[in-house]
C-alpha cells in the first residue's frame, strides 16, 4: 500500500466515521431529551407525592376564648363517652369521624400536639379513624371554622367533648388588678 492509497482509504474511515457519529447524535439528543423529560416527570410524580403526604390530616392546636386551647383539623375535633345507643350511620352524619386518605397510615402532628398521643382505630371498610390519647376522633357538622365549637353536647349517643389541651387561665381572686392564673393543665388533655 502506497502513502497515496492509505491516506485515502484513512480519509474515508474517518468520514464513515463522522457520519457514524454524526447519525447517532440525532438519537442521543432525542434519547437525551426523553431522560430529561422522563426525569422531570419522575421529580413531578415526587412532588404529587409530598404534596399528596401534604394533604393529609393534620391535628393541630387553636386558642379558643372561652375553652382554652383545643384540637383542629380545620374544624374543632370532638371525642365521644359513649351512651346507651351506639353512634351508627345517622350519628356519623352529624359526627362525621376523622379518617386518614386510603394509603395514609398517621396523622400529622401539628403546632402544639404531641405526635406521641396521636394514633389510630380501624373501621368499616378499613378505613383509619384518627385518635388522640387513645379515644377517637370527630367532626361535628354545624361547625364551619376552627372557632367555632357548637358540639359539647349530650345526646343519645353519649357526651360529646371538645379536646382541650389547655384550660384558660384563670383570673386570681386576689385584690388588685391581677394578672390571671395558671396552666394547671398544660401537659394533658381534658376529655
Known amino acids: 500500500m502506497t502513502g497515496n492509497e492509505y491516506d485515502e482509504e484513512t480519509n474515508t474511515l474517518i468520514e464513515m466515521n463522522q457520519h ?3 447519525a447517532l447524535r ?6 437525551a431529551g426523553v431522560i430529561l423529560t422522563v ?16 394533604t393529609g390530616v ?14 383542629v383539623s380545620g374544624n374543632a375535633v370532638y371525642t365521644l363517652k359513649a351512651g346507651k345507643t ?3 350511620a345517622n350519628c356519623l352524619k352529624t359526627w362525621p369521624e376523622v379518617l386518614l386518605p386510603e394509603g395514609t397510615l398517621t396523622a400529622l402532628a401539628g403546632n402544639g400536639v404531641n405526635t406521641s398521643a396521636l394514633g389510630t382505630v380501624a373501621r368499616a ?3 383509619l379513624q384518627v385518635t388522640y390519647s387513645g379515644k377517637a376522633l ?4 354545624k361547625d364551619k371554622t376552627s372557632k ?5 353536647v349530650t345526646n343519645k349517643w353519649g357526651k360529646w367533648s371538645v379536646v382541650v389541651t389547655i384550660k384558660p387561665a384563670k383570673p386570681s381572686s386576689s385584690s388588685g388588678s391581677g394578672s390571671g392564673g395558671s396552666n394547671a393543665g398544660t401537659g394533658g388533655a381534658s376529655f
Open 86 to 88: 351506639s353512634c351508627g
Open 58 to 71: 393534620t391535628i393541630s392546636t387553636a386558642k379558643n376564648a372561652k375553652l382554652g386551647t383545643i384540637l
Open 39 to 54: 426525569g422531570g416527570l419522575s421529580a413531578t410524580a415526587l412532588a404529587t407525592d409530598a404534596v399528596a403526604a401534604a
Open 20 to 22: 457514524r457519529v454524526s
Open 148 to 152: 367555632q365549637v357548637l358540639g359539647n
Open 125 to 127: 371498610g378499613g378505613a
Open 138 to 141: 370527630y367532626f361535628f357538622f
Open 26 to 31: 440525532v438519537p442521543l439528543g432525542r434519547m
